[in-house]
């Protein structure tokens, strides 16, 4: 898809799988693609649908949790495009976890017990509950890979002020739970997941997406208890079935390696898998929209011209 043109525009980025335009160095128009990345590369075809999917499932829980923490949300004009408020980013991304799985777990399987400064209990298996949920934060990288980074060492390299990283601890942990719940209603376990934080001002908002498959790990709560008793692996909620298909195909991201041939068919299957995402953690039925460039472009001109400004201080911190 071609770069929109939208009235006072001051940036533009192309991320991996979105394309987030900067307005009046105020306001953010965020349009997520149907690019679709694994292994941090950008496979060659988009997937149809996906970026509706995450967008509206983002959208659904920034609304659910707007009462816990402010977020940069102002509307969703189109089915893949959000508009919000541009804010200050905070340099690491808030990862919270209710497993023992993914990274953990490969963490843990070595012999280690500490991740980001947390200790890990001992004795337990893969997919296992923590007697609580952990933080285990990440510095952003602009490229390449996050890094793992503990509590007392963004303290100490000055990342967040002490007063602050408390503040995003609370929400984040606040925002686990509510997402927990939320799950729960839906036949679902939130595993795993990340936040990311920004403030105007001195006011702390909650940015970007939340809640959806590709940011946050879902296992499906019917027969977990099950899974976990016979030692097998737990049916799950996430973009880690593209990653499966990649490795099987003997790709993994590695120098000299190929992207297995996206057909017609796996890219159907990948959209039809996103969709049923969608259903399974909306508990709505997926409609599919489709708008060309032109009437794209007409709509965010007239929204952005109809912009709240930006609020006052309200002061959370």
Request: charged content about 30%.
């Amino acid at each position: 898809m071609a770069q929109l043109q939208l009235p006072n525009q001051t940036n533009f980025y192309k991320g991996k799988v979105r394309d987030v335009y900067t307005i009046a160095d105020k306001y953010m128009v965020m349009l997520v693609s149907d690019r679709i990345s694994a292994f941090d590369v950008v496979l060659p075809r988009p997937i149809p649908y996906k970026g509706q999917v995450l967008n509206q499932i983002a959208a659904q829980f920034l609304d659910a949790t707007k009462d816990i923490v402010p977020n940069w949300m102002i509307k969703v004009p189109l089915p893949n495009v959000t508009i919000g408020y541009k804010c200050e980013t905070y340099p690491v991304e808030m990862v919270v976890r209710g497993y023992l799985t993914g990274h953990a777990w490969r963490t843990y399987k070595t012999g280690k017990r500490e991740l980001c400064g947390v200790t890990m209990p001992e004795g337990m298996k893969e997919n296992d509950k923590f007697p609580q949920p952990i933080l285990t934060p990440t510095t952003k990288a602009h490229e390449g890979h996050d890094e793992d980074i503990s509590r007392e060492e963004i303290i100490k390299q000055g990342l967040v002020s002490e007063k602050e990283y408390e503040q995003l601890e609370k929400y984040t942990l606040a925002l686990f739970e509510r997402g927990t719940e939320i799950a729960k209603e839906r036949g679902l376990i939130l595993v795993d997941t990340k936040y990311e934080f920004g403030k105007i001002g001195d006011t702390i908002y909650l940015i970007d997406e939340i809640h959806t498959p590709d940011s946050s790990r879902y296992f499906y709560l019917e027969g977990y208890e099950d899974r976990q008793k016979k030692g097998e692996a737990q049916k799950q909620l996430s973009k880690e079935f593209v990653r499966e298909w990649l490795m099987e195909n003997g790709f993994q991201g590695k120098e000299g390696q190929e992207i297995p041939e996206m057909t017609n068919e796996v890219v159907n299957r990948i959209s039809e898998r996103y969709i049923e995402l969608y259903e399974q953690v909306t508990g709505k039925t997926f409609m599919k929209e489709d708008m060309n460039e032109q009437e794209m472009n007409d709509k965010l001109k007239n929204e952005i011209e109809h912009l709240p400004p930006v609020p006052q201080q309200i002061g959370t911190l």
